[in-house]
């Protein structure tokens, strides 16, 4: 089982930065694909941003404003979010243990709890 805790979220003016945490405990390791999706009230869960050891992955929305690292020390996944817009605003999920195409949901395995974005415009 692996357990995932998402943390970093809030409300911030339009232009600004936030920095989400995913930390994972649990039978995790540095293959392990990890990635954040986010659903806006009445929409469905959409794919963020992904990195596992081939690369990492951006929502076209997203590239050149979200950058995602982690720290295998740590087991930790970090997801830097600048320039955000009233449109970035979501809950914000963290993922692990994808296999095959890591930007659709049902690959995943686990699921933290989400954390909520806010923007203001």
């Known amino acids: 089982q692996v357990q995932l805790v998402e943390s970093g979220g809030g409300l911030v003016q339009a232009g600004g930065s936030l920095r989400l945490s995913c930390a994972a405990s649990g039978r995790t390791g540095s293959n392990y694909a990890m990635g954040w999706f986010r659903q806006a009230p009445g929409k469905e869960r959409e794919f963020v941003v992904a990195?596992?050891?081939?690369?990492?992955y951006y929502a076209d929305s997203v590239k050149g404003r979200f950058t995602i690292s982690r720290d295998n020390a740590k087991n930790t996944v970090y997801l830097q979010m600048n320039s955000l817009k009233p449109g970035d605003t979501a809950v914000y999920y963290c993922?692990?243990?994808?296999?095959?195409?890591?930007?659709?949901?049902?690959?995943?395995?686990?699921w933290g709890q989400g954390t909520q974005v806010t923007v203001s415009s």
């Open positions: 990195i596992r050891w081939s690369g990492t």
């Open positions: 993922a692990a243990g994808a296999t095959g195409d890591v930007t659709t949901a049902r690959r995943y395995d686990y």
